[in-house]
């Protein structure tokens, strides 16, 4: 006889992986489809990255990312200036810095596990939610990936040269798996999906079949 399938209490899935390789698309129609909320981790790196630009400050300084990440509200997570390569370069600086990763713990986890949500982030998986019963590691080629923010950015009226778009993000990719605090990689237990020659409609297909696989839903 086989085991019933396990029904997690607070069902936390975990959804990690390098810049634009379609998390943030994948999480969202999850979290909607499934009924849970959705956390885009990123922009806590993101709004604590704009704030020490604000103050005028060096976002590798760890004094002044402490400082913004004391004064981080959630009205900070709705600003309009969270994405361009100013803010991308401030995001992976702060997100180095370990104790701005200590201080947003304790949020992250709480949002999940009242009645469990939908995370994308880098350590989802690894870090914030080890014991998540769905993890997913989405990637993509650089090319696919940087061509995919390229053409985000030129919908925002943001022009930039796609070779420098591919160039900034391999370093921050680069930054995101090298460093010492939680970096880029995925859980052993996690589940790849390369998104490379997957349409969004055929990567949320096979995501949703892999959450069903490890949750008692339909
Ligand atoms: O997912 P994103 O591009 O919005 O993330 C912005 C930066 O924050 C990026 O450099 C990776 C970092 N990040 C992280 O270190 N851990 C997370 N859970 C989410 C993002």
Avoid: N
Avoid at 19 to 29: D, I, V
Avoid at 138 to 146: D, E, G, I, N, Y
Avoid at 159 to 176: G, K, N, S, W, Y
């Amino acid at each position: 006889m086989s085991a019933p399938p396990r029904r997690a209490a607070t069902p936390v899935i975990a959804i990690d992986g390098p810049a634009a390789a379609g998390k943030g698309t994948l999480a969202r129609r999850l979290a909607e489809t499934l009924g849970l909320p959705y956390l885009d981790t990123g922009l806590l790196y993101r709004a604590v990255g704009r704030l020490v630009l604000d103050a005028g400050a060096d976002p590798a300084d760890p004094d002044a990312a402490a400082a913004a990440v004391a004064a981080l509200a959630e009205h900070h997570l709705r600003r309009d200036d969270l994405r361009g390569p100013a803010a991308d370069a401030a995001a992976a600086a702060v997100a180095s810095l370990p104790a701005v990763r200590a201080a947003l713990l304790d949020f992250q986890r709480g949002f999940g596990a009242a009645r469990g949500a939908v995370l994308d982030g880098r350590d989802i998986g690894t870090v914030i939610f080890p014991d998540a019963p769905v993890k997913l590691f989405v990637t993509a080629s650089l090319p696919a990936r940087a061509r995919r923010r390229w053409l985000e950015l030129e919908a925002k009226g943001i022009e930039a040269p796609l070779a420098r778009v591919e160039e900034e993000m391999r370093v921050r990719d680069a930054m995101d798996e090298a460093r010492l605090a939680a970096p880029l990689r995925p859980a052993a237990d996690a589940v790849l999906l390369d998104t490379t020659d997957l349409d969004p409609d055929a990567a949320f297909a096979a995501a949703l079949k892999v959450v069903r696989e490890r949750l008692d839903v339909t």
